[in-house]
């Protein structure tokens, strides 16, 4: 999509927008803040700045945007390991989430992470899970933590398309179902299972149909507009803070680069490629921002100075800070016990 050089002072309003100023300008902070986060990222890991694995968000921005204007703080959050943005969505300061990248004293887990396994209790952020899957288990047991405690709190359990074939989101959708647990199932499907289409690991690609089998609501989301997740979502919140079970939604999105840092995504088709570049999420965003009225191009180029400053300042941060001290190694690595059985 190219977007057309306009007046910085003009306001189109030959439209009606369905959100407000607000909430338009909200998303288009959050997920440029994630995409300006994964660019400078890449840089680094170019550098050699950050090592092991890394693997970026780029392209997928709208689901966390989409998702976080429905989300209450109290309610968690678990997914894999393609992790950073919705960690900064849940509210994870990119100071602390760019630390943890270069392996810091002073990121979200004291440099001991990396890229794959962020994880935040005061955010009521469960992790991104190294292991393809686990974390759908893990998201049932959560929400069977909220069931248990009475609360109405949920627990969104993200996971891809490839981390659908796994057996144990069979397991945990059929308990799930029968004990009602209050739990939003999303598959975040970019059409690739690392470099593996769909359409070559299943016989069923609508895969929001898994759950169907199980008498689940499931829907089918544009993942790449965050209205359509946020309205999505709000109605899946809906029902399962009514008290009756979970829901699963099949959110198409798609990522922009290619599974890790370390793939060049040669089986994607430049056309391919360029159909899904046409309708980026941030550019279809500003473009409705103008073309609703509700911002000019000078408020727009403000946001976007604040957030690369954010950014660079992550980045100081991050190359400032220590690493961990040799004598951290074997700390946090279990948790204190909290029941007095155990403490026996």
Not at 259 to 278: A, F, I, Q
């Amino acid at each position: 999509m190219v977007l057309e050089k306009t007046n910085p002072e003009k306001k189109v309003t030959s439209k009606k927008a369905a959100y407000s100023k607000e909430q338009y300008l909200s998303w288009y902070n959050l997920m440029l803040r994630i995409r300006r986060f994964e660019e400078r990222a890449l840089l680094a890991y170019s550098q050699q700045k950050i090592r092991g694995f890394l693997h970026v968000y780029i392209g997928q921005e709208a689901i966390t945007a989409g998702m976080e204007s429905v989300l209450r703080r109290e309610d968690g959050i678990v997914t894999g390991y393609r992790q950073h943005g919705t960690a900064i969505g849940r509210g994870v300061s990119t100071k602390a989430a760019m630390a943890e990248l270069y392996g810091k004293a002073t990121g979200v887990n004291k440099g001991k992470g990396g890229s794959m396994h962020f994880m935040s209790s005061e955010h009521k952020y469960f992790g991104g899970n190294g292991i393809v899957g686990a974390q759908i288990p893990i998201g049932a047991g959560i929400a069977l933590a909220e069931k248990y405690k009475g609360t109405d709190n949920l627990c969104v359990t993200m996971f891809g398309d490839g981390a659908a074939r796994q057996g144990s989101l069979h397991e945990t959708f059929n308990m799930a179902m029968t004990w009602k647990l209050p739990v939003l199932f999303i598959c975040e499907n970019n059409n690739y299972a690392m470099g593996t289409s769909v359409e070559r690991t299943s016989n069923v690609q609508d895969l929001h149909t898994l759950g169907l089998g199980y008498h689940m609501p499931s829907e089918q989301v544009d993942g790449m507009q965050p209205e359509t997740v946020h309205e999505a979502i709000s109605k899946a919140v809906a029902h399962i803070r009514s008290g009756q079970g979970p829901y699963f939604l099949e959110i198409r999105t798609y990522r922009y680069k290619g599974h890790s840092v370390s793939d060049p995504g040669s089986y994607r088709s430049r056309e391919e490629l360029k159909t899904y570049m046409d309708i980026d999420p941030l550019k279809m965003t500003v473009q409705k921002i103008l073309d609703y009225g509700l911002a000019t191009e000078t408020e727009l180029d403000e946001i976007k100075e604040r957030v690369k400053a954010e950014i660079e300042e992550a980045v100081e941060f991050a190359e400032a800070s220590p690493f961990p001290d040799a004598s951290e190694l074997y700390t946090d690595n279990y948790a204190e016990p909290n029941y007095p059985f155990m403490r026996d």
